[in-house]
C-alpha cells in the first residue's frame, strides 16, 4: 500500500508539542533494533469509545518515497501494565493484527503513516494495551515522532530477537480509527472458551480466548476460577 497524505485520524496520542525524532523501528536495521513495543492507556485518548480498531497510525518526522519494507508485523494486546520493564518481549496476549511479506511507504515529513489491520482488534477504553511493531528489512526507512519526557517507561526497544530488550521513556505520536459497538444482541452469544494448554500446571500461565461471540455497547465478560479444579 501507498501511503501519501493521511487527514482524519480519529482518536490519537498528540500533546502536540514536545517532539523528538527517533529511528526505531522504522530507520534501524534489521540486524539492530528492528522492533518496538508501546504501552498506551485509555487517559492516551481521551475522546475514544469502545469499538474494533482497524486502522493504526504513526506520525513520521521524515520524508520517505516508494520505500519497500520487508516482513511487516503488527501485533497489540491488552495488559494489566502501567510501565515497561527491562527484559524479554511481551507475548502473553499478544495478537497478530497486521502481517505483510512487502509494504510500501510513502510519506511526507509529519504525516501520518497508515496501517490498515488485517484483524481488527477490540479496544474496551477500560483496558491498558500494547502495540508492537516490527519488520524485516527496507530499501529506505524513515523517523517517527515520540515524547521521551514525562511519560514514564512506556516502550520496549531492542532487536525481535533478542531474549533480553530495553525500557526506556519514549512515547511514540500514535492514531487509530475503530468502528463502534453496536447495542448489545439480546440474548447474547456466550460463543467457545478456549486455552492454549490442555494441562494446567501451578506457576504456569494459559492463554484464555473466546470465539464465535457477540460485542456490544455494556456488554461485559467475567471469568470463573475454581480452587479446586471443578
Keep these: 500500500n501507498d501511503i501519501t497524505r493521511i487527514i482524519n485520524v480519529e482518536d490519537m496520542y498528540d500533546p502536540g508539542t514536545g517532539y523528538v525524532s527517533n529511528t526505531i523501528p522504522f530507520n534501524t536495521a534489521v540486524t539492530g533494533s528492528n522492533q518496538r513495543q508501546i504501552l498506551y ?7 475514544a469509545q469502545p469499538g474494533f480498531i482497524n486502522k493504526v497510525y504513526i506520525k513520521s518526522t521524515s520524508a520517505v518515497v516508494g ?24 507475548t502473553t496476549g499478544m495478537t497478530t493484527v497486521f502481517s505483510a511479506a512487502t509494504h510500501t511507504i510513502t510519506s511526507l515529513t509529519g504525516n501520518w503513516i ?39 517507561s512506556r516502550s520496549l526497544i531492542g532487536n525481535s530477537g533478542a531474549a533480553s ?9 500514535f492514531g487509530f480509527t ?6 448489545c444482541t439480546s440474548p447474547p452469544v ?24 457477540t460485542n456490544g455497547q455494556g456488554q461485559h465478560y467475567q ?8
Excluded at 471469568?223 to 471443578?230: E, K, M, P, V
Design 41 to 47: 492507556t485509555p487517559a492516551d485518548f481521551t475522546n
Design 67 to 90: 520505500s519497500v519494507y520487508q516482513n511487516v508485523v503488527i501485533k497489540m494486546g491488552t495488559t494489566s501494565l502501567t510501565a515497561m520493564t527491562t527484559g524479554p518481549w511481551i
Design 114 to 152: 497508515e496501517f490498515t489491520l488485517q484483524t481488527p482488534f477490540l479496544y474496551d477504553n477500560i483496558s491498558n494495551f500494547v502495540i508492537e511493531f516490527s519488520h524485516g528489512g527496507f530499501t529506505s526507512g524513515f523517523t517517527i515522532s515520540t515524547i521521551n519526557t514525562g511519560v514514564g
Design 165 to 173: 530488550v530495553s525500557a526506556v521513556v519514549q512515547l511514540p505520536i
Design 178 to 183: 475503530a468502528t463502534p459497538l453496536g447495542p
Design 190 to 213: 456466550v460463543g467457545n472458551a478456549t486455552a492454549n494448554l490442555s494441562t494446567v500446571c501451578i506457576n504456569n500461565s494459559v492463554n484464555l480466548a473466546l470465539s464465535s461471540v
Design 223 to 230: 471469568w470463573q476460577y475454581s480452587a479446586d479444579g471443578r
